[in-house]
């Protein structure tokens, strides 16, 4: 029914003699009426329709010639009024990344060190937020929590403002030559010059592990996004964990922004005996059920079954925490909810998103775009739904200016206490 409605939509649009711009509202508000099964509960009618008029009076100069560029930010703003972070307009080139991410290659096109900086407040400092695993920074030793003070000798402070500092590092860093970063690290404000070299990168993220000085083992999550190549790798790293004796783990979900629910719950089984999950559509007509216990896999669809053996997978029994953040969305929710269920490790850090209780489903668009939908809900499998947010056990709140000025991340010291480890070190 969902492909013939589809089809239906872009047929009408096809003989349509409204304006590109119509035809691009039409079928964006077809499939938000039609499919939308998120946790809004505006009229969606009515809200198309005010949206109609607003489209209107933008393209009242232009008439049946009125671009698709003029529906778009109409289009954003419609969607935003449902406040739902699992329904958003895609642009092309979005799409296009997201379609690379899901492959598990997204080429930078560009020389990168592969970090995500912010300023520090009342300082031309940036402060390292994010390492993408395998890129230059990480080689290099570069890690959260990071504040960068000098970019090859000169110090940040002498930058007029923020836009300059990012533009000196991005051409230092596109010159293709060795930049030197001196960094202040750690509550014992340790100075350090790291040298690196930009180059092209994957800009896809995967899991990765990092073990302490004092045994404890730091497993991140970043999304889900590479198919076949996240829930996979969940289980390789645990079982390395488990071969070097790692004495705690704790689980980093924080800025997961979700994405494939099959690598999700690929990655569940590494924690959990019974990773399960139950998807339900708008109207009740479609219902999977995802579910992996005693190492195999078995998936029902509208009263099929289909089944799978896993043979690589390793289970983590030792000590275990979660932690998490208000960027922690969709799939980084499910995961940490059901091990919260589960009492398999308790969580740390603040409110998740908010995203935990539906999945998205892109659908295609006429300017090559598309419509990212809320479509299902979720369940466990005692038919209880999913909770919209994971509610820490443990909240620590965490500022970046606290992170820079102090070298401290709190959530991750309440983490090693709630293990009954004492913080030392990286």
Wanted: glycine content about 8%; hydrophobic content about 40%; proline content about 6%.
């Amino acid at each position: 029914m969902r492909q013939l409605f589809a089809t239906l939509a872009l047929l009408l649009g096809s003989f349509s003699l409204a304006s590109p711009a119509q035809d691009l509202f039409d079928q964006a508000s077809f499939y938000l009426e039609f499919y939308y099964n998120g946790p809004a509960t505006l009229n969606l009618k009515e809200l198309t329709a005010r949206y109609q008029s607003a489209l209107d009076r933008a393209c009242a100069p232009q008439k049946d010639t009125c671009p698709y560029e003029q529906a778009v930010p109409i289009i954003e703003q419609m969607l935003g009024e449902l406040n739902d972070n699992h329904t958003y307009y895609l642009s092309p080139e979005e799409l296009r990344g997201s379609r690379e991410s899901r492959q598990g290659n997204a080429p930078s096109r560009t020389l990168r060190i592969g970090v995500s900086h912010l300023p520090v407040p009342g300082s031309r400092d940036r402060l390292i937020v994010d390492v993408v695993e395998g890129g230059p920074a990480d080689e290099a030793g570069l890690a959260y929590g990071d504040r960068i003070i000098a970019i090859n000798g000169r110090l940040l402070s002498e930058f007029p403002d923020d836009n300059q500092v990012v533009q000196f590092l991005t051409q230092s860093v596109q010159s293709g030559r060795p930049v030197v970063l001196t960094i202040l690290r750690g509550p014992e404000r340790q100075r350090l010059e790291i040298t690196l070299t930009g180059r092209e990168i994957n800009l896809a993220r995967f899991p990765s592990l990092k073990i302490r000085p004092d045994g404890v083992g730091v497993l991140k999550i970043p999304n889900f996004d590479a198919q076949g190549q996240v829930g996979r790798r969940v289980h390789e790293l645990v079982r390395e964990a488990q071969q070097k004796n790692v004495r705690a783990l704790v689980l980093e979900l924080r800025g997961n922004s979700g994405g494939l629910l099959n690598e999700m719950i690929l990655a569940a089984a590494a924690f959990l005996d019974d990773a399960y999950v139950a998807l339900v559509d708008r109207y009740q007509t479609e219902r999977a059920e995802f579910r992996i216990r005693d190492g195999r896999l078995t998936i029902i669809r509208n009263g099929q079954t289909e089944s799978a053996n896993l043979p690589f997978l390793a289970r983590w029994r030792g000590p275990l925490v979660v932690l998490v953040d208000g960027n922690t969305a969709s799939g980084g929710e499910y995961l940490a909810s059901a091990i919260q269920r589960a009492k398999v490790g308790p969580l740390v850090g603040v409110a998740t998103l908010g995203i935990g209780n539906t999945t998205t489903r892109p659908f295609n668009l006429i300017n090559g775009g598309a419509l990212s939908i809320s479509y299902n809900r979720a369940f466990f499998a005692d038919g209880t739904p999913y909770p919209p947010r994971a509610i820490p056990d443990f909240v620590v709140e965490s500022s970046l200016e606290q992170l820079a000025n102090t070298g401290r991340d709190l959530p991750f010291e309440k983490a090693l206490e709630a293990l009954g480890i004492k913080s030392a070190g990286r």
